[in-house]
């Protein structure tokens, strides 16, 4: 690797950072990608502060908290022998659930986390009492150990709290409290990219990204500062390292850090590199935005560029249509890049043959997702039927004449609206248009702006939110747009008509709506084991979901009858 030029420390070389970093596999295609916006795609996988791993260094048992706070590498034991670990990260505060087997075995671990199942590696979520689980003996040992199949006796919420991961290059997993844990690599490699990066090229302008500030000083900035930089006391860290604002290099780079809930000073000026933390969470608007910030006209790297990391998601994610669409590369990591399976030509190996014969066992969307590579629908999916395909249009060509009505998410983080055009001559409904505007917006100006967009059009009635929402309703109305509220209390039912309008194929979306199509496709239910609840997952965050549905709702009053599939639905006499 070639030493950065005009650095009065060579110590910012990547091969002398703290754990000898070097990527492989999919990581390795993504350290060297040229193109100016790209996205590197791996499972999720956190465990729990108190987490128990034996470093085979030193011969003792050591909480995952413990090797991050001290800076230590630890030896791990896999199925491939022992094998070194980078130091463990913290990536933030979640929900965690407990894990135990009817002998009594248990870990703590975030929903996502993958552990080794009968039928490969499975999320946590999608585990169910009496599923066998591998679990090893935990005898202290560098090499002898047993591994035997237990089964589960129950899952539990445990509570808020921090979780940690860490990343093994050559194994691709770690044993820990009994069980055998995938493990990470995404954050990892595109912070040490990003720090590359900025020690290459004197002056360089770059920005780390995540969809809230909040979380970021204790996740992905503290493992930047610990487990990344060599050595803090050679960068310069301005807002301290709770409220980290800035950090410069002795060669003039310089790295911004924000929420997009908050990203004007980060954002007011151009950048060369922007790196975005958990990208899934971001929206189109979100990351167009950010592609205005790195055009090239910082002029100080060759090749400037959008990078990110996110976790698999739903076929009809925004960057799933991005890169479909040729503007974004994605990059998949999967097991079959892992170099331990297959060797430098391409041949799978012995471990190889047995780790796939395990993968291709599994079924549905974790199949899909970790055995071919693929972006699933997850499991509950509440619009199961939805199909790009079938129910998402180019551009459609609104006749001026067609009646339109609004439904507005009027609360929550981000103020919502979707427009919905009857074409009655092929009975359907074509939602044509979105609003998604954050809540720094006062009520005045989303209905300004609302009113704006939507003109002289036909619009018969705007709608929208719930029963306990009567005072945004108000607010709207007082506001000038007369928000009623929807005739059906119940949430269900109103999923079900936009349910059976899709099965029907009487609910047509333009493209022009990528981050209702993203809702969409994300929109399920929470599972507790393996049976899906009649809870919505991050319920509080589907606003064009919701606002689709109050729409539907509209047209189901006892008004002017029109015919939209089956359904005969009503609307106010305009």
């Known amino acids: 690797m070639a030493k950065p030029k005009n650095i009065r420390d060579q110590k910012y070389i990547i091969a002398e950072s703290k754990d000898g970093y070097r990527p492989r596999g999919k990581l390795l295609e993504a350290w060297n990608c040229q193109e100016h916006e790209f996205i590197v795609a791996g499972p999720a996988q956190c465990v729990s502060g108190k987490t128990k791993i034996f470093n085979i260094d030193t011969n003792e048992y050591v909480s995952i908290k413990d090797l991050c706070d001290n800076n230590i590498s630890p030896t791990v034991m896999t199925l491939y022998g022992p094998k070194k670990a980078s130091i463990p990260f913290r990536k933030g505060i979640d929900a965690l659930y407990k894990v135990s087997t009817q002998d009594g075995e248990e870990f703590i671990?975030?929903?996502?986390?993958?552990?080794?199942?009968?039928?490969?590696?499975?999320?946590?979520?999608?585990?169910?009492?009496?599923?066998?689980?591998?679990?090893?003996?935990?005898?202290?040992?560098?090499?002898?150990?047993?591994?035997?199949l237990k089964l589960i006796n129950d899952l539990e919420f445990v509570g808020f709290d921090e979780y940690y991961d860490l990343t093994v290059p050559e194994a691709g997993h770690y044993f820990a409290e009994g069980f055998i844990h995938h493990n990470t690599g995404k954050t990892i490699m595109s912070l040490q990219r990003l720090?590359?990066?900025?020690?290459?090229?004197?002056?360089?302008?770059?920005?780390?990204?995540?969809?809230?500030?909040?979380?970021?000083?204790?996740?992905?900035?503290?493992?930047?500062?610990?487990?990344?930089?060599?050595?803090?006391?050679?960068?310069?860290i301005y807002g301290g390292e709770n409220r980290v604002e800035k950090i410069t290099y002795p060669n003039e780079s310089s790295i911004w850090v924000a929420?997009?809930?908050?990203?004007?000073?980060?954002?007011?000026?151009?950048?060369?590199?922007?790196?975005?933390?958990?990208?899934?969470e971001l929206n189109l608007k979100d990351w167009e935005?950010?592609?205005?910030?790195?055009?090239?006209?910082?002029?100080?790297?060759?090749?400037?560029?959008?990078?990110?990391?996110?976790?698999?998601?739903?076929?009809?994610?925004?960057?799933?249509?991005?890169?479909?669409?040729?503007?974004?590369?994605?990059?998949?990591?999967?097991?079959?890049?892992?170099?331990?399976?297959?060797?430098?030509?391409?041949n799978i190996t012995k471990l190889g043959k047995h780790t796939l014969e395990i993968l291709s066992n599994l079924t549905g969307a974790r199949k899909a997702r970790l055995f071919e590579g693929l972006w699933a629908a997850p499991e509950g999916a509440i619009y199961d039927i939805?199909?790009?395909?079938?129910?998402?249009?180019?551009?459609?060509?609104?006749?001026?004449?067609?009646?339109?009505?609004?439904g507005i998410d009027p609360v929550g983080m981000l103020s919502a609206a979707v427009w919905l055009a009857y074409d009655p001559e092929n009975e359907v409904l074509i939602a044509y248009r979105e609003y998604y505007e954050s809540s720094g917006r006062s009520t005045p100006e989303h209905v300004h702006a609302i009113k704006d967009i939507t003109l002289n059009e036909p619009v018969i009635g705007y709608c929208g939110g719930g029963p306990a929402e009567k005072q945004a309703r108000i607010d709207?109305?007082?506001?000038?747009?007369?928000?009623?509220?929807?005739?059906?209390?119940?949430?269900?039912?109103?999923?079900?008509?936009?349910?059976?309008?899709?099965?029907?194929?009487?609910?047509?979306?333009?493209?022009?709506?990528?981050?209702?199509?993203?809702?969409?496709?994300?929109?399920?239910r929470i599972m507790h084991d393996n049976i899906a609840t009649d809870d919505i997952e991050n319920k509080d965050q589907m606003h064009l979901s919701d606002a689709l549905r109050y729409a539907v709702d509209f047209l189901a009053g006892d008004h002017l009858i029109i015919k939209v599939g089956s359904l005969e639905m009503g609307y106010v006499n305009y």
């Open 195 to 236: 720090h590359l990066l900025c020690c290459l090229y004197p002056k360089a302008s770059a920005a780390i990204i995540r969809k809230t500030y909040r979380s970021m000083p204790s996740s992905v900035i503290e493992t930047y500062l610990k487990k990344v930089l060599p050595d803090k006391s050679l960068v310069e």
């Open 476 to 524: 709207w109305n007082a506001a000038g747009i007369p928000l009623v509220e929807p005739s059906t209390k119940d949430v269900w039912s109103q999923i079900d008509r936009v349910y059976q309008l899709l099965n029907e194929g009487a609910l047509l979306i333009s493209e022009d709506c990528p981050n209702l199509i993203s809702e969409i496709g994300a929109y399920h």
């Open 289 to 346: 935005t950010l592609l205005t910030r790195a055009t090239g006209r910082a002029g100080n790297v060759p090749n400037p560029q959008v990078f990110g990391d996110c976790n698999p998601s739903h076929p009809a994610h925004w960057i799933k249509k991005r890169e479909k669409d040729g503007k974004l590369k994605l990059i998949n990591t999967t097991f079959r890049d892992n170099p331990t399976l297959f060797d430098d030509e391409g």
């Open 259 to 280: 929420g997009m809930d908050n990203p004007d000073k980060v954002l007011s000026s151009e950048r060369d590199y922007i790196y975005v933390n958990q990208a899934e």
């Open 109 to 148: 671990s975030t929903k996502r986390h993958l552990v080794l199942t009968s039928s490969g590696f499975s999320f946590v979520e999608s585990l169910r009492r009496g599923q066998p689980l591998f679990v090893y003996s935990q005898v202290p040992s560098k090499y002898n150990y047993t591994i035997q």
């Open 386 to 406: 939805f199909d790009e395909n079938r129910h998402v249009i180019h551009s459609p060509e609104i006749n001026p004449m067609w009646v339109r009505v609004v």
